[in-house]
């Protein structure tokens, strides 16, 4: 009796949507929103009424769809009751204050929430029963009917409970930390470098995010962050609303909403502006893990300085060899503005919390080593130095200096000059290998001298690099040889040649019986002095020099630091180090997309096999088919001919 008139069902759902227009649509129009509140209101309780008057008036066969329709009615009535508590006039009619606005958030959170399980877990049964009872059936099957509707409603709850449990699964994995990101584009993942920072920490990294309640940058942000906390249990975040948490704003001094802000105590600060739209910050998020590095080592430390001696043809002063004395020059025609040379480098270092600068005869070089030097480096010299320059050199690494010496074959640079200071010699000519080494573009014997080695020791200084399986990447590298120990110095071979390699005395691209010989190289070397505790001068065990030497300097071309990662990692940790933090020492996470470069036979070739290749593939796959069928259409009369 009545189930099939639906009219009752649709005044109810007239009531909800009612109800939902007054408060998130027409919200705050006077009268309009009252209106239509009071008026959904009035009808979900008529509906629900009228709903138990026939469940009562009902005979016996049809009380059990009736059943099916007042419990959903009634959750619908519950829902909505439950709904006011999440409402300003709700709180106001129930007389609660609180004092803080977060714990009124949540507190309105919890009736959203539950309102709306219990809303779903209501309403779609009853239009499912609704459904099965349009469809009717025949007089006197009334227990066929509420089988139907029983089941059919049933399902819609079984329905409805499968969509929650997957709302709950995400809010399960929220609150662990845990997530799969399947898409194209990733954020960064904390690489071993900065988790190392935070563990050395004296205290935790507290992490403060201006955002919204809901945002897409945001929530990566909490990626990378729930890792970091969870990988060094030092992490401390903090989710702030920049126009709610005036407070929290004060404290972070931010000055508006998109900002992650990173903090050590109480005083040191610094922030990493992202915005609030994941299509502007997607390029920001593939590196945020170098972002977050350079942040965490301006809290940590103070930033140092790092010399590049110039004036002998360096590779940061090639120009050296046509105009001594003139200093490195910048490229006027870069197209993105006049730049040093070894940009990449520079902008490394400089990601590190280094500032980095040129160093030659007129800036003192002949006198001393500035003061505020971290390290020096001297990459690739073609020619000797000035006697006075060794002297401040030497004076330098007597002090306690460290050093990154990165030799090229075929030049006029010797080692003669630290003897004293290092117990090895170099040798000149290019260490090959016949198969393992990079091709070109164009094959010749010369590409022997694009050497690639996976040969490395368990030294801090290649701790990382040790770990990949691209290996280290060097263009025509010399080799040490060792000489007499000197006392109270360590050296240690840490990147040696592939076996069967051997050094290219004549030239000529090729190995030579008579005077060459096969076997494993040096290609560079880690030197150390420990000086004893208590030593004049020497306030601990690690006050002595420290010194890198590397047979080939190209490795710090920007060519090869730009497209090959291990050749990075081998710069982050001989500078880690040199400036004796190899606590540091480890990879930067990054999800930025590498650059493919090629050359410009390369690009002819890809225009070619475009503009061409493709139209006559085509073309060729089309007459094939043809061919096919028209082969196809003179065999058939054959067949039947026999």
Request: charged share 20%; with cysteine; aromatic share 8%.
């Amino acid at each position: 009796m009545g189930v099939k008139r639906p009219w009752l069902t649709w005044v109810l759902v007239a009531g909800l949507i009612a109800v939902f227009a007054g408060v998130r649509i027409f919200g705050g129009v006077p009268v309009l929103d009252t209106v239509l509140v009071v008026a959904g209101v009035a009808a979900v309780g008529a509906a629900k009424a009228l709903r138990a008057i026939s469940w009562r008036a009902a005979p016996k066969d049809a009380r059990g769809m009736e059943t099916v329709f007042l419990l959903g009615y009634a959750g619908c009535g519950l829902a909505l009751i439950g709904f006011a508590p999440a409402t300003e006039f709700g709180v106001n009619l129930l007389g609660l204050e609180f004092e803080a606005t977060r714990p009124e958030l949540r507190f309105k959170r919890f009736f959203l929430v539950s309102s709306s399980i219990l809303l779903i877990c209501s309403l779609l049964p009853v239009l499912a029963a609704q459904w099965a009872v349009s469809k009717g059936g025949s007089a006197g099957a009334a227990r066929v009917d509420t089988l139907r509707v029983r089941r059919t409603a049933g399902g819609a709850l079984s329905a409805s409970l499968l969509a929650l449990s997957l709302i709950f699964i995400g809010y399960i994995t929220t609150e662990f930390n845990r997530t799969a990101n399947f898409s194209y584009f990733k954020t960064a993942t904390p690489g071993e470098s900065t988790r190392q920072i935070v563990l050395n920490m004296d205290g935790p990294l507290r992490a403060a995010l201006f955002y919204p309640e809901v945002n897409e940058v945001k929530d990566e942000l909490l990626v990378y962050l729930n890792e970091l906390a969870r990988s060094t249990g030092k992490v401390v975040i903090e989710q702030y609303d920049r126009f709610v948490d005036l407070d929290a704003a004060r404290e972070w001094q931010a000055g508006g909403q998109g900002s992650l802000y990173l903090g050590r105590g109480a005083d040191a600060k610094e922030s990493i502006y992202l915005g609030m739209d994941i299509d502007e910050a997607r390029g920001t998020l593939r590196i945020l893990d170098s972002q977050i590095h350079e942040k965490l080592l301006l809290l940590n430390r103070e930033r140092r300085v790092v010399y590049l001696t110039t004036g002998h043809g360096e590779m940061n002063d090639p120009l050296a060899l046509d105009d001594p004395g003139a200093g490195p020059k910048t490229d006027p025609g870069d197209f993105f503005g006049p730049q040093l040379p070894l940009q990449e480098l520079r902008t490394g270092l400089e990601v590190l919390n280094y500032s980095v600068f040129d160093i030659g005869i007129v800036d003192g070089l002949g006198e001393a080593i500035p003061d505020d030097a971290a390290m020096l480096m001297i990459l690739g010299p073609q020619r000797p130095f000035h006697e006075a320059e060794l002297d401040a050199v030497r004076r330098y690494l007597d002090g306690g200096g460290s050093l990154l010496l990165a030799l090229e074959a075929g030049s006029e640079f010797t080692l003669d000059g630290l003897s004293d200071h290092l117990p090895f010699d170099f040798e000149p000519a290019m260490t090959l290998h016949d198969e393992r080494h990079l091709r070109s573009q164009n094959p010749s014997p010369a590409d022997r001298r694009l050497v690639v080695t996976h040969r490395f020791t368990t030294h801090p200084a290649v701790r990382t690099i040790g770990r990949q399986t691209s290996g280290v990447h060097l263009v025509g590298p010399g080799s040490f040889r060792w000489r007499d120990d000197i006392s109270g110095v360590t050296t240690e071979a840490i990147i040696e040649s592939s076996l069967d390699s051997y050094a290219d005395r004549n030239g000529n691209f090729a190995f030579d019986e008579e005077t060459e010989e096969r076997g494993s190289y040096v290609l560079g070397v880690a030197v150390e002095l420990q000086e004893p505790a208590g030593a004049a001068g020497a306030e601990d065990e690690e006050s002595g020099m420290r010194v890198l030497a590397l047979g080939d300097a190209e490795i710090f071309s920007d060519q090869l630091l730009r497209v090959w990662t291990p050749n990075q990692y081998l710069v982050m940790d001989a500078v880690r180090w040199l400036d004796q933090e190899e606590a540091f020492v480890g990879d930067i996470g990054s999800e930025e997309d590498v650059p493919v470069l090629h050359t410009r036979e390369e690009n002819l070739m890809w225009f070619y096999a475009i503009i061409f290749g493709a139209p006559a593939v085509l073309l060729a796959l089309g007459l094939g088919m043809i061919y096919a069928r028209r082969q196809q259409g003179v065999a058939e009369p054959k067949a039947r001919g026999s």
